[in-house]
């Protein structure tokens, strides 16, 4: 199979596209850190693939082999994707090391769930097993959770008094959820874990202002009377109608905006930055310049929308602080991980351990998990 049909099977992937078959060849278990890393032959998957089974569970195999056999048959595909720099270059050791120090202790994925504040300062829980429809005719809106788990505003018969104009609403995501809220003017936002979003009950005025706390994709409703923009501690965005995500998060190095889709004017004090479909604007906390990237595929910033994690030359960090907000665990470092790169992608919707024990076969990383607690080793 050639690179260009490998990303179309990775792009149809994130799309939701492929069948069962593809699906798991791609889920399977490809991670690594080399980045001089060199395809290996189709014999050497063959016997890695083979040693990988060997150490499986034994009650687990006859469910596991199945799905080796699918991958032996269709190894091709796991070559080098040079462009997002995936290696099928897996060495397993003897026996696994992510290893659960107190086996009552379950960590599960994350789940869909936020609290929302209203503007009097009421909470609402909202996740799949809350039915809530709230009415407040003080603030002119119905509020409502649909099947699909989607919190829907339905603006009243809004007056637009002091109160009114002034008061805003927060949605937050504790760390392991995420949520999909559709704001008063229609535009979608999609929050990731440990995320919150403050927005006004009613649209006024010249612009429609929200504020931004960790990640979010937007798909804004066209208005091109009022421009949408988006406020974080670092940057301002503002749209008239467009796609695009914003990784904010205050513990990480930098603040990346990636466009989708339509046009986007990323600011900075002084600095501003017109952004086009498939580029990125880097804006590093330490640096008065954005940095404007192009990528090889904007897809790429919203796997976690679509239910994965995806590195691309991620450092280990990174990596572990998506985990750590995904599945709500706090990370210690035995050792100095700084320069150690990865690239691949994983289920978010596996158990931890499944996604610990992927980075695992890299040979490059060992994991204990203590309580809540994982330990990175070497």
């Not at 890393?37 to 063959?46: C, H, R």
Request: aromatic share 8%; charged share 25%.
């Amino acid at each position: 199979m050639q690179n260009n049909q490998i990303k179309d099977l990775l792009k149809r992937y994130l799309a939701g596209e492929c069948t069962e078959e593809e699906k798991a060849l791609v889920e399977s278990s490809y991670l690594d850190y080399h980045t001089d890393a060199v395809p290996l032959t189709e014999n050497e998957i063959a016997d890695d693939l083979a040693a990988i089974a060997a150490n499986l569970p034994k009650e687990k195999q006859p469910k596991v082999f199945p799905l080796f056999k699918k991958m032996i048959a269709a190894a091709a595909v796991l070559v080098i994707v040079a462009s997002i720099a995936i290696y099928f270059t897996i060495r397993p050791k003897k026996e696994f090391t992510a290893k659960i120090a107190n086996p009552a202790e379950k960590i599960l994925p994350g789940t869909d769930k936020a609290i929302l504040t209203l503007a009097d300062g009421r909470k609402i829980t909202l996740d799949k097993n809350t039915s809530t429809l709230l009415l407040d005719s003080l603030a002119g809106i119905r509020i409502k959770k649909t099947a699909k788990g989607e919190l829907v505003y339905e603006v009243l018969d809004v007056k637009e008094t002091a109160a009114n104009l002034n008061a805003f609403n927060t949605i937050e995501t504790p760390r392991g959820s995420q949520y999909k809220v559709i704001l008063p003017d229609g535009s979608n936002v999609w929050l990731n874990a440990s995320s919150s979003l403050k927005y006004p009950v009613i649209f006024n005025g010249n612009k429609r202002n929200v504020e931004l706390a960790g990640e979010a994709y937007f798909e804004v409703a066209k208005n091109k009377e009022m421009p949408f923009v988006v406020h974080t501690q670092t940057q301002d965005v503002q749209v008239l109608g467009t796609h695009f995500n914003i990784n904010a998060y205050p513990d990480e190095t930098e603040t990346k905006t990636t466009l989708l889709e339509g046009k986007v004017l990323v600011s900075k004090g002084a600095e501003s930055k017109m952004m086009k479909p498939g580029e990125q604007v880097i804006n590093a906390n330490q640096s008065r310049v954005l940095e404007l990237r192009t990528m090889t595929d904007a897809t790429e910033s919203i796997a976690w929308k679509n239910g994965l994690f995806l590195f691309n030359h991620n450092d280990l960090h990174t990596i572990m602080h998506q985990i750590s907000r995904w599945y709500d665990v706090e990370v210690d470092y035995e050792g100095d991980f700084r320069k150690q790169y990865y690239s691949g992608t994983i289920s978010k919707f596996g158990k931890v351990t499944d996604v610990l024990k992927t980075m695992e076969l890299t040979g490059s990383v060992k994991f204990k998990i203590v309580g809540r607690r994982i330990i990175v080793m070497k």
